[in-house]
Structure formats: structure tokens, C-alpha cells
């Protein structure tokens, strides 16, 4: 596991955005799994910016998203289908893009259907952001780390996170739908991105603490290609003065 330490958000994401750009230019038709959330949006930005000014084309890449709430509908604006639309689909050219529908009439078939499509595909580079309680994806702690996309019940931490979003606590959807661990760690490479002080904490969990699924981030100790880039306010300086 390789960690950076980057003095702000801004330069994390530049520092994200230069992994992707170097991801496609070496393979113009990877497949590429996606991150909703606050954390990777610095990221879209800037690669937009990148497709802007010729830098980069996504033409041939191919993505997929981690997870969607379920039940909800596209048009909701809190839905993952219309934060990727908003936020960085609607402003390159990316050739297909995957996410799961919030909107399917029975979610164990939506599940099947698209674990089956990431595995005839098999993901180049996996952007993750990492939960307070140690989620990625929408994989919360448990007693098992679940293999294979999935229906899921939102810890109540991961609901209090979110209702930021929402007008009340009450709208935030109490279900999703989410790669698993297996499927997340059958990507090639996978690149982890963390920033403020509000992450430090679990930060110093995934790099320090043991293997387990109360802490669902820690499986990526196992991980062959892995790579953390976090800010300043999440990296507890003092922690990485002698690692790092």
C-alpha cells in the first residue's frame, strides 16, 4: 500500500486526477470504477478540465459505479445516477457508464445482473472514497466481508453522514445497492482518496489496525496495487514523521 501525503484538497485531487490521466493514456479503453461523495469531486473537476483542454479522452473508457441507494429514482438529485450526470458525465466523453438502478423492480436480479457485468469486464482502476466507520462502497462493518454486489442495509452513522444532503434525516434512504469486497478487490488497481480532519481518524485505523470486517477499508492491506492519497488535515502528521 502506497500512501501520499498531499498539503491540500486541491492538490489531492490534481495528484487523483494525474493517476487517471496516466490510467488512460496507457490504456485508452480501461474500465474504470467510480465514487460518489464530496471526497472525489475535486477529482472530476479537474479531469474535466483535463478533457477540456485536450489532455485527456475518454472515449473509449468504460465505467462503473460503486453503489446507489435504493429505492430512488435518476431524477432525484440525490441520487448517485444524477450526482455522476451533474458532476462529470454530462461534461466529457466518456463512451459507457454503468451504475446500478435504484429504479429496478426486484434489487437481488439488479445485484445479479450487474456483479455479471463488472466480472465480463474486469475493472482497470477502482476510485474509492472511505466512510468514517470504515465503508467503501456501501460495504458498512459487519462480521464477514461480503464477496459479490449487493442489496444493503445503511448503518445508522453512514444515514447521519449523508443527511447533509438531504432536507431531513428522514429522506435519507435507509437501503443501496453496492459492489462487495470481492468484486471491489478483483480491480487491478485501486486508488483510495481521503481528505479533512473528519477521516484522520480512520485514516490511522486502515493504516495501522488489523484485518477485519468491523473496519470493511482494512481488506485493502491485501490488495496488490493500492494507492492512499490523503491532505494534511486527515493524515495526523505526526503519525507518518517516521513511516513516511
Known amino acids: 500500500m502506497r500512501v501520499l501525503i498531499e498539503q491540500s484538497y486541491e492538490a489531492l485531487s490534481r495528484k487523483a486526477a494525474q493517476i487517471v490521466q496516466e490510467q488512460i493514456t496507457a490504456k485508452p479503453d480501461s474500465v474504470l470504477g467510480l465514487a460518489t461523495g464530496s471526497t472525489p469531486l475535486g477529482l472530476y473537476a479537474e479531469l474535466i478540465r483535463l478533457f477540456k483542454v485536450g489532455e485527456i479522452d475518454f472515449s473509449k473508457v468504460v465505467s462503473y459505479n460503486l453503489d446507489e441507494y435504493f429505492p430512488i429514482k435518476k431524477s432525484n438529485e440525490q441520487s448517485y445516477d444524477f450526482f455522476m450526470r451533474k458532476n462529470f458525465f454530462d461534461h466529457v466523453n466518456i463512451s459507457k457508464k454503468f451504475i446500478p438502478d435504484g429504479e429496478a423492480s426486484n434489487y437481488s436480479a439488479e445485484c445479479a445482473a450487474y456483479e455479471k457485468k463488472i466480472a465480463d469486464s474486469e475493472i482497470d482502476l477502482q476510485i474509492l472514497g472511505i ?36 432536507a431531513h434525516e428522514s429522506d435519507v434512504p435507509r437501503h443501496a445497492i453496492t459492489m462487495g469486497i470481492g468484486t471491489i478487490m478483483r480491480a487491478k488497481k485501486i486508488l483510495l482518496l481521503a481528505s479533512g480532519a473528519t477521516k484522520a481518524e480512520i485514516i490511522h485505523e486502515l493504516l495501522n489496525g488489523k484485518i477485519s470486517p468491523k473496519n470493511p477499508s482494512s481488506v485493502l492491506k491485501l490488495h496488490r496495487d493500492v494507492t492512499v492519497i490523503i491532505d494534511r488535515d486527515a493524515s495526523l502528521p505526526f503519525l507518518f514523521e517516521e513511516r513516511f
Not at 132 to 152: A, L, R
Open 131 to 166: 466512510g468514517n466507520n470504515g465503508h467503501i462502497g456501501f460495504n458498512e462493518p459487519s462480521n464477514f466481508f461480503e464477496e459479490k454486489t449487493h442489496y444493503v442495509q445503511l448503518d445508522e452513522s453512514t444515514i447521519q453522514a449523508n443527511a447533509r444532503f438531504f
